[in-house]
């Protein structure tokens, strides 16, 4: 049969889970090869199946796959000569490319698991699975795994089937959650939400509630306004301090205090005052200090290591405090997206069309930063969240036009979840280019007629 469930099948996915943790048991392994995604939630993940391995005393090596090159050449640098299904590869996170990864599988011996939550590539059949594969993947059942369940929250559920005792590493989990679903904790839906309320039973994390500015929990009032991305404050994001420290006078309250030592009617004052409202759950890991305590900024601390530095994301997410290093990595980081924010939503769209929207960039924010821009505001809303925002420009070492395409929930809400991939998918069809990605987020980098062309047409793409 084909899966193209729209309807959620929780029993049927549950029986996919018991049934690979069955084999991963029964199998008795003598080596298990790990591969994770390079973001926050892979690195939870990875994290996660580390202690599950170390636990049952299996020999494992672990990799990560930043899905850059092909399947094929990744795995031709990994896999050993010597071939026997007492060796296991689990992925995690790296997303379920199965029309690449099935002809690959099917020519090993080892044994291969699959948990992912991003949508897999084509409509496959079942019966097309290799007997040497246990695949594991929810949203063939019917459920989103932005919305329901982040990829540590499957591996967490498929450790703990395997080792009950698993469970003391649920913060990783709770990273993994922050750091995919981008909310804050009450407005997790089902799995996630389960899991995260079993944690929370088993005091592994805490729950608070509280002004919710992403991206600056552990900061001053001052400085959460200033450089919170989540939501991004339009009066306040990348404002000057000075602009800011009066308006918190004009309302008495020290500038200094710390954001999560508000009282109730200090947090309702400002509300009020600057008209937005921003009151919600977030979750605190009990066992680390300073920035690593809040969930949401660990897991962004991770997704900006993972970048720039990849072994500093590895370790960090060990450590009790965060290192000077990585600390400024984050400050700068968090400077410069609130700062681009700014610009950007001071800026009217350079080109609109009925369906689109195109802002070009160049000069005004760095090429480096405008995937994440891009990203953050379509999450923050800056724009249309009817409309389809292609963000870019000239990119000069490639000499093509770069575009971060992006689009809000509630475009994909009206638009039969018609995401950006597909979008991507019909431009390169007519037009050529190069790119990828998923329903939210992805990107393209095309000839210059080709760019003007798409301006012109951009709503028979869309
Ligand atoms: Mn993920």
Partial sequence: MIYM?????????????????????????????????????????????????????????????????????????????????????????????????????????????????????????????????????????GYDGLEHIAGATLTHMFAKQVKPSIIKHGWLTVIGIAGDSLKP???????????????????????????ILFGSMHESIKNGLKYSILPFLNQFGGESDQKITSFLDSLHINPKSNLIDLSQSEIELIQEKAGFNSFGHFAILPHKLGLLRFAFEHAL??????????????????????????????????QNLSRNLRTLSNEIPHHETEKAIFMEVKGKIPPSSWSDTASFSAVNELFNPRKVLFLGGPEKISGTIKLSIRCSRNYLDNNKNRGVNKIITSIKKELGGVGGGHKLAGGIRLSNPSYNILKKRADEFI
């Fill in 185 to 211: 904790m009450d407005k997790l839906q089902s799995f996630n939400r389960e899991v995260y309320e079993e944690l929370l039973e088993e005091d592994l994390v805490e729950d608070k509630e509280g002004l």
């Fill in 301 to 334: 601390l991770l997704n900006i290591l993972c970048f720039k530095n990849i072994s500093a994301a590895l370790s960090i997410i060990q450590l009790k405090s965060i290192t000077r290093y990585a600390k400024g990595m984050y400050s700068e980081y968090i």
């Fill in 5 to 141: 469930a729209n309807t959620q099948n929780k029993t049927k996915f549950l029986e996919d889970l018991s049934n690979a943790v069955d084999q991963f048991i029964d199998r008795s392994f003598t080596h298990v090869i790990t591969i994770s995604h390079n973001d926050a939630d892979g690195i939870s993940c990875l994290h996660i199946i580390q202690n599950l391995l170390y636990k049952m005393h299996l020999n494992y090596d672990y990799f990560i796959y930043n899905r850059s090159v092909s399947w094929e050449n990744y795995l031709n640098g990994i896999f050993s000569s010597r071939q026997t299904d007492k060796n296991a590869f689990i992925f995690t996170d790296v997303g379920s490319n199965l029309k690449e990864l099935i002809p690959i599988i099917k020519n090993r011996k080892e044994i291969f698991f699959i948990l992912d939550h991003h949508e897999v590539d084509y409509d496959f059949h079942t019966d097309e699975l290799p007997e040497n594969l246990f695949f594991i993947n929810p949203t063939i059942y």
